[in-house]
C-alpha cells in the first residue's frame, strides 16, 4: 500500500524522515511513552535506532537513558534492543522480555509493576512526572491528522494526550483493514468530571475509531513494513487439557446450580498455553455466543469466532501466532464487527468488569493454602513478568479463577505452597484455585477449610502430605487458628529450593 | 413516638410480637443476614433471644447454630451475645466483638474476611448459600410497607431481597428524623443486565429512601427503644496528631503541585483514633466545602459537617459517640440534606469510588519496606477485625493512604518490618505510607527505592538500623533484586515477637 493511501493528511508529509533522525529527537533523561501490548503494535524500528544511538553516545563517554511508559509487553525490537544497551533507567507497567528482566533481577534497572488499568489515569494525574515523547505505532493516520491504531491500543491515547511531542511510526505491515476496528473512549479520565462508562454489553461502541491528534504535536512520522512477532503456542500438553476440563466441568456445574447463565458471562482470559487449552476446550464444548471482555486476543479466541462459540470480543490488543496473524489478515473483513479493541483503561476498567460480570481466568506461579496468589515472582524476590492485568480481573469479575500446573520445574517445585513469598492477589480476591489434579472451590470458607480444599484438590501427590503436615501441625502450636502458620517454616519450602535446587 | 406513627402500614400489626416468639421463628443451621455496620443500626432484641434460646436448646443437648451475615461490625447486643454462647457456626463479612475474635482466633468460629462491597452481590449471585431469615432494625415502616432503614443500610437491601423471612425490629430509640436520609439504589446487582450506576457526584440521589418488602414476607415485627451503643473517641495523642499534620502537609504539597484541586476530592476515611485525629486536622485547615463519599460517618465528619469544612457526605453508616449521637439527633432537619446514607454496594462500588476520584485514608496494622500492607493479622495468624472496606476504596480511589504510629505494644513491635506477615494490600495498591515519623510517597518508585523511602521516612529510629541493615544484606546475598529478601529471616520478627514479646 502507497504512502499515500496511509497517511492521508498531506499537510504532514514533511514530517516523514528516518528512524534514525526520529531517535534523534529523544532527549536523554526524559520518559518516553510507547506503544506497545503483549508483542502487538509497539514501534518496530526507532527503538533500534535509538538505542544505537545510546551505544554510540556511551561510547563517547556521555550516559543516556530513558524512561519507558507502555501499554504492557512488547518485543525483541523494542525492549529487547533498550534492554541490551541498559538504556531504560525506568520500565513500567509489564514487561517480559528476557535480557530485560536480567536487567531488574540484577538491579541494573528500575522496574515497576502496577495494575494495567490505573497506569494510565495515574500518568494522566501526574503521579509520575512528565512524559515528554510519545512514540506510536499506527496503521495510517486519517485526512484530519487523526491515529488509527495498529494491532494494540493499550495507552496509547494517554501518552498522545500528555506527550509535548509525537512521534509515529506507519507500518505498511499492518492490514489497513485494522482501521475501524478501534473505540476510542474519549471521556475525560481525570476526576471530578467523570462520567459512567456506558459500556452495558461488551459490543457497545462508545467512542471513535481513531486516537485524536493535534497535527501539530507530531514531531516526525517514520514509515515501517513488518509485522508483530509472535510466537507460535505450543500444543496443548496433557495437564493444562486437565486444567481445561476441570474449569469447564466447573462451569456445567455452576449453570446447574443457576448460578451461571448457558451462555456464561464475558469471559477473560491471560495469554498462554494454559489459557490457549481452556479456550480450545471450550470451543470443543457446547457452548455458543459466548462473549469476551479481556485484554488480549490470542489464537484460542480466534478460533472460537471462527467456530461461532464466540459471538464478538472486546479487547486491547491481539496476541496471535503467525498463523492466526494470517489468518486475521485475510479474513479481516469478515472479524471486523466481532472484534474490538479499547484502551486499557477501559478493557480493563473496574467500573466495567464489575457491571458486565467476567469470569476472570488467569494464570499464576503459586498459590498458598489459604487461597493467596502469587503471580509475579519467582522465589519472593525475583520478578518474571508482571501482573498485569489479573488483578483488575480477579478483584471486579463475577468469578475469580487462577490456575497452573501442579508442579514446576519437573516436580522440583510446588505450586502449591506453606505461604507464597510474594502476594499479588490476596485471600480476598481468590475464588477458585485450578491444577491438573483439580479445582478448589473457596467461596464460603474459612482459612482452615480453604487450606484442606487446596491441598486436597489441587497439591501434587508428591506434595500433598507434607502440606498436610504443615497445615496440622500450624493448627496445633497453640497460635492464632484463623489463619494457621508456622511462621518460622513458612518461607521453608522456598528456601530449600534457593539452597539445594528443589522444594 | 407510638406504634402507629412507628408502623404505619396497620395491615402488619398483626405481626407484632415479643423479640422471644421472633427468635424462635430463626431454625437451626440456617444462615441469617442481619443489619448493623460499624455498632449502628444492629438489631437489638432479638439476638439476645437467640442466644437464650441457643443456651436452653444447649442445656437440653440440642446443639443450635447459624450463619450471621451482617453489614460489617455491630455491637455486645449483637455479635457480643451472640459469641458468649457460641452460636454461630459462620461469620462473614467483618466483626471486632472481642469474644467472637477470641472464638475465629481459638478454632471455634468460622469467619470469612472479604471485601464490603463483593458480600452483597455475592450472595445475590448464590455464592454463600441461601439465607433463609433477615433480621433488620428499621426507623419506621410506611403505609405501603416498605422499610425505613435506621443508622446503618449496609446490605439490608440485599438481605431482604433473599430472605424468605423478615423480621423486623422498629427501634424507638433511634431518630424518626432518619427517615429520607437513605438512598436506596434499586436496580440489579447481578449481571448480565446491571447498568451504570448514576452517582457522578457524592450527593447524589438514585434510589428511594426506603428498603422495598413484600409485606408477606414479613414474619414478625419487634418493637425495641434503645440507641447504638458506640463509645466515646479519646482525645488524639501526638502520635495521632503529627501522622493528621503529615497527610496535611502531603495535601498541600498535591495541592501546589496541581495533583489535586484545591476543595481536594472526596475523602474517605477509617474509622478511629487516628482517622478522627485526621479530620479534626482538615478542620482546623483551610478548607472549604470538601465532600465525602465513605463508609462510615464518625465524630470528625459530624465536626466537619457542623463547621462547613464539609458540604455533605454520604456513607452507608453512622459510627458516632454518644455525644455526638445527641448532636446529630438534636439537630437532624439540619443535617438531613448533607447526609446521605446509601447500600454498601453502592456506597464501596468500584465504579463510583474510581469514577469520583476517591482520596482513600486508612489504618493498618503494619506495612513492610516494600509497600505491602496488613490490614488484618497479628503476627500473621490471629485475626483482629478484617479489611472492611479498605481494600474497596484502596484499589479504586484516586490516592491510597495507609496510616500508622511507627511502634505498638510500647515499642516491642516495629510496624514497619521487612516483610508482613500477611498481605491485605499489595505493592499495587499503595500509594503512600505514614507514621508519626513521616510520609513515604511510593508512587513511581521501583521496591528497592520504595524500602529506603518507608525505612527512612516511616520507621522509628529505634528500629531503622535493623531495617536497613536486613535491607542491605538482602540486596547483596546474590538473589532477586527487584525485591530483594532474605527468605529466611524476612518473618524472623514476627517470630521473634512470639517467642520473646519483642521484636
Chains 1, 2 share one sequence.
Not at 511531542?165 to 475525560?188: C, S
Not at 469476551?292 to 471462527?306: A, F, I, N, P, R
Not at 469478515?334 to 494464570?363: C, F, T, W
Request: glycine letters at 8%.
Amino acid at each position: 500500500m502507497s504512502t499515500a493511501s496511509r497517511i492521508r493528511c498531506a499537510d504532514l508529509n514533511d514530517r516523514i524522515m528516518s528512524a534514525k533522525e526520529a531517535a534523534a529527537l529523544i532527549p536523554n533523561g526524559v520518559n518516553v511513552g510507547m506503544s506497545g501490548f503483549t508483542g502487538a503494535g509497539y514501534p518496530k524500528a526507532i527503538p533500534q535506532a535509538l538505542a544505537d544511538h545510546i551505544r554510540e553516545q556511551r561510547e563517547q563517554g556521555t550516559e543516556y537513558k530513558i524512561g519507558v511508559f507502555t501499554g504492557a509487553s512488547t518485543a525483541p525490537e523494542l525492549d529487547g534492543v533498550l534492554s541490551e544497551v541498559n538504556g531504560m533507567s525506568f520500565r513500567i507497567p509489564y514487561q517480559s522480555d528476557p535480557i530485560g528482566r536480567k536487567n531488574i533481577n540484577e538491579g541494573r534497572m528500575d522496574y515497576m509493576d502496577v495494575h494495567l488499568s490505573h497506569l494510565g489515569p495515574d500518568v494522566a494525574a501526574g503521579f509520575y512526572g512528565k512524559i515528554s515523547v510519545a512514540v506510536i505505532e499506527v496503521v495510517g493516520i486519517t485526512e484530519e491528522g487523526h491515529l488509527i491504531p495498529s494491532s494494540s491500543v493499550g495507552n496509547n491515547k494517554t501518552w498522545v494526550d500528555v506527550a509535548d511531542k509525537v512521534i509515529i511510526e506507519v507500518n505498511h505491515g499492518q492490514p489497513a483493514g485494522l482501521e475501524g476496528m478501534h473505540d476510542i473512549y474519549q471521556e475525560d479520565f481525570l476526576p471530578p468530571h467523570r462520567k459512567p462508562i456506558p459500556v452495558l454489553k461488551p459490543e457497545d461502541r462508545v467512542g471513535t475509531p481513531y486516537i485524536k491528534c493535534p497535527k501539530e504535536k507530531i514531531a516526525a512520522i517514520v514509515e515501517t513494513n513488518s509485522t508483530d512477532r509472535n510466537s507460535s503456542f505450543s500444543e496443548p500438553d496433557e495437564a493444562s487439557k486437565q486444567i481445561a476440563q476441570n474449569i469447564l466441568q466447573f462451569f456445567d456445574d455452576e449453570i446447574k446450580a443457576g448460578r451461571l447463565p448457558k451462555e456464561l458471562l464475558p469471559i477473560q482470559s491471560g495469554v498462554g498455553n494454559i489459557a490457549n487449552a481452556v479456550l480450545a476446550g471450550l470451543n470443543d464444548g457446547p457452548y455458543k455466543n459466548l462473549t469476551s471482555y479481556t485484554e488480549v486476543l490470542q489464537d484460542g479466541m480466534l478460533e472460537m469466532l471462527k467456530s461461532g462459540t464466540l459471538k464478538m470480543a472486546s479487547c486491547t490488543s491481539f496476541s496471535l501466532s503467525p498463523e492466526a496473524n494470517q489468518e486475521l489478515a485475510e479474513n479481516i473483513e469478515e472479524y471486523k464487527d466481532r472484534i474490538m479493541l479499547r484502551q486499557q483503561e477501559v478493557s480493563n476498567h473496574p467500573e466495567v468488569i464489575r457491571r458486565l460480570g467476567i469470569i476472570a481466568m488467569n494464570g499464576m506461579i503459586e498459590a498458598d493454602i489459604y487461597g493467596n496468589v502469587n503471580s509475579t515472582h519467582v522465589m519472593g524476590t525475583r520478578v518474571m513478568n508482571g501482573i498485569g492485568g489479573s488483578g483488575d480481573f480477579a478483584r471486579n469479575g463475577y468469578l475469580s479463577i487462577f490456575m497452573t500446573p501442579s508442579l514446576a520445574k519437573g516436580g522440583a517445585i510446588s505450586t502449591i505452597v506453606p505461604m507464597v513469598s510474594h502476594v499479588d492477589h490476596t485471600e480476598h480476591d481468590v475464588q477458585v484455585i485450578v491444577t491438573e489434579q483439580g479445582l478448589a472451590d473457596l467461596r464460603g470458607l474459612c482459612p482452615r477449610k480453604r487450606a484442606l480444599e487446596v491441598i486436597n484438590k489441587c497439591a501434587h501427590p508428591d506434595y500433598r502430605d507434607r502440606l498436610l503436615d504443615y497445615f496440622e501441625r500450624a493448627t496445633k502450636n497453640g497460635r492464632g487458628q484463623h489463619t494457621p502458620h508456622n511462621l518460622a517454616e513458612a518461607l521453608s519450602w522456598h528456601e530449600n529450593f534457593e539452597e539445594t535446587g528443589k522444594m
